[in-house]
């Protein structure tokens, strides 16, 4: 919550009131609702939009906001969290490579929150291993609804640090290491980038511009940012793009015991569509 002292070291006036009208904007956007605890998280991410469209409170720039519609995707990519890791929850690559083994007919698997890329390059990286190529018959789509970060995942190029964690022949055959002026990056291959499809997606979108079959849907850590009833409308409409065999595969915080309408359990953090009860 937002305490006296904040307040008065704060370079921009907001307010109580100023807090609950930008969760109100962002939940209409996104479908995302703020917990009380992240008014710091708020006031420090937009003050910068504040202090870059030189108005003087957060008032102001609600009123802005309004008034620019513009200005709202700057609103969505600073109160949208993006945090990633190549490989992260490893057990979900291990879960798509042996899927990828017993389905050679896999054509299409969606990561629906890419970020800044490192996860569906994490996908490619696994179906260029189990296919021995990078030419494969499988179509990557990695989508997320800040567009700034689909820039830096289209662009593929990392502090090196976020590869220390891979094994040498991954580093070797998937990144180059930057010389000169780029030392201290790495960039992935250029058949790798071409292996994944970059859109700008809202899930709250009435239309999505994809169509099914898709047979793996990767939607980790982004339902619980959602109220229940958000997170089941977005899951049956992700569920009817999945073919009897799909496999959704969610986050590790995540768990969808009241969807048992929906999908039915197919490992840790792993689900099968539940087309048996249509």
């Not at 070291?9 to 907001?14: A, H, M, P, T």
């Not at 307010?15 to 008014?39: C, H, M, N, P, W």
């Not at 513009?70 to 979900?92: C, G, Y």
């Not at 083994?101 to 490619?124: F, V």
Request: hydrophobic share 40%.
């Amino acid at each position: 919550m937002i305490s006296t002292d904040d307040l008065n070291n704060r370079e921009f006036s907001f307010e109580r009131t100023d807090f609950d009208s930008v969760r109100t904007r962002l939940y209409q956007l996104t479908g995302i609702r703020l917990a009380d605890s992240k008014d710091s998280m708020v006031y420090s991410r937009l003050a910068r939009r504040v202090r870059a469209l030189r108005l003087q409170s957060f008032a102001e720039y609600l009123s802005h906001l309004q008034t620019h519609p513009d200005e709202e995707q700057h609103f969505i990519n600073a109160l949208t969290t993006n945090l990633t890791s190549f490989f992260r929850e490893p057990h979900h690559f291990d879960i798509l490579k042996k899927y990828l083994l017993a389905h050679p007919q896999t054509k299409t698997i969606w990561c629906t929150a890419s970020s800044t890329g490192e996860e569906p390059y994490s996908i490619a990286m696994v179906v260029a291993e189990t296919y021995g190529r990078f030419d494969v018959p499988i179509k990557i789509i990695a989508s997320d609804i800040d567009s700034q970060v689909l820039q830096k995942a289209q662009a593929g190029i990392y502090a090196i640090e976020k590869i220390n964690s891979l094994a040498e022949q991954r580093k070797k055959q998937f990144f180059y290491k930057g010389k000169g002026s780029a030392t201290g990056l790495v960039k992935v291959v250029p058949e790798l980038q071409k292996m994944v499809e970059f859109r700008q997606i809202n899930l709250l979108n009435a239309q999505w511009p994809l169509r099914g079959p898709i047979d793996i849907i990767f939607c980790r850590n982004v339902m619980i940012y959602f109220d229940k009833e958000t997170q089941l409308t977005l899951l049956e409409r992700m569920v009817k793009l999945l073919p009897a065999k799909g496999l959704y595969i969610a986050g590790h915080s995540e768990t969808f015991n009241h969807a048992s309408h929906l999908v039915k359990p197919a490992g840790h953090t792993t689900y099968y569509p539940n087309h048996s009860v249509r």
